[in-house]
């Protein structure tokens, strides 16, 4: 590791190679904290290339604990994290939005490690307890349209980085790898990354590894469609900026999705969405973002249908259902 690091420091980069034999060495524990610690901080002085993000994703694919769903048509909606904004968790309430709506999903996921509550906290806040059994998930998934993948019990590379991540408290290549190693390698993906260089790197995997992906990343700096500012959204075969109003929907502030400050906090926000009961910006939010998975899914589905199919299934109490019946089914 300090020849590696030494090479870093001299501006030099990873062969895509040599970048999937380090992440194989960090999922073996090869490594101390500290040695970890310095080889992320590397990537937050500069950008990582397409080559080292990719060797990266190989060797965590690698040494996955591969899960066979037997379903092709579900979607994974996830965002990097790491933007500071912190949001409520917009991805997960999603996912069951989805999920109302007829639609599967098979949700990846991690605690926060750059922010409040990721999609573990929220959900093992509810008395959710994670599982690797595929028996398990596949009951899930076929009878509430949800399953959910805590990423450490899949990828030993990130439950060895998982206490530094955390002591760190700050965005790390990790960030960038978690949407993209889903155990089950899902066909298609909804996409939130916090900048612009990350959406191409991003659409260069997609494109190579032939996944139905779109990306998507609100120009503020948000991971997701936020509604706090214009977008972009990102397929394999197109890009547009776009605004709430496209969708029918107001713009709305920052402060209108913040979290809260404690896992609690971000748990009632949550329930608040799912409930109906939270502001119309919080769940036009969801309701944005579940839109574009669905799309992702149905190509031929207008921005207009997709949108009023997300309401529905958050407004009839549909999202909420499926959401009630996961909890029930995975504690």
């Known amino acids: 590791m300090n020849r590696i690091l030494s ?54 694919l690698q040494r996955r604990v591969a899960v066979d769903l037997g379903v092709d048509d579900a979607i994974d909606i996830v ?24 639609r599967k999903v098979v949700k990846h996921g991690n605690y926060g490690a750059s922010s409040v509550s990721g999609a573990s906290n929220v959900l093992e806040q509810h008395g959710v307890r994670f599982t690797a059994d595929s028996e398990k998930l596949r009951r899930s998934l076929e009878e509430c349209g949800v399953c959910f993948l805590h990423a450490p019990y899949f990828s030993p590379a990130l439950k060895s980085v998982g206490p530094v991540r955390r002591s760190l408290r700050m965005r790390t290549f990790f960030n960038m790898l978690g949407p993209l190693v889903n155990p089950t390698l899902p066909k298609n993906q909804l996409l939130g990354v916090y900048n612009l260089k990350l959406m191409r790197l991003y659409r260069y995997i997609a494109q190579s590894e032939r996944i139905n992906c779109t990306i998507v990343h609100s120009l503020d700096g948000y991971d997701e469609i936020s509604l706090t500012s214009p977008f972009k959204v990102a397929t394999n075969s197109s890009e547009r900026v776009m605004n709430a109003g496209d969708l029918g929907l107001a713009a709305v ?40 998975a669905l799309t992702t899914l149905d190509p031929t589905l207008s921005l207009e249908d997709a949108v009023r199919e997300a309401r529905e299934s958050l407004e009839s109490g549909a999202a909420l259902d499926r959401f009630r019946l996961f909890v029930e089914l995975n504690s």
Request: charged share 25%; hydrophobic share 40%.
């Open 7 to 60: 090479n870093l420091f001299e501006h030099k980069s990873l062969s895509r190679e040599e970048a999937r034999d380090i992440m194989l060495n960090i999922a073996d524990g090869m490594y101390n904290d500290n040695q970890l610690s310095a080889f992320m901080t590397v990537f937050l002085m500069r950008s990582i290339t397409p080559d080292e993000l990719t060797g990266f994703r190989d060797a965590i």
């Open 253 to 292: 502030k920052p402060e209108d999705l913040y979290g809260g400050a404690t896992v609690e906090e971000a748990s009632s926000v949550f329930d608040a969405v799912l409930a109906g009961d939270a502001s119309d910006s919080k769940k036009d939010c969801v309701i944005a973002n579940a839109a574009f």
């Open 79 to 102: 965002g990097t994290g790491g933007d500071g904004k912190n949001t409520f968790n917009i991805s997960t309430a999603s996912c069951f939005v989805v999920a109302g709506a007829g």
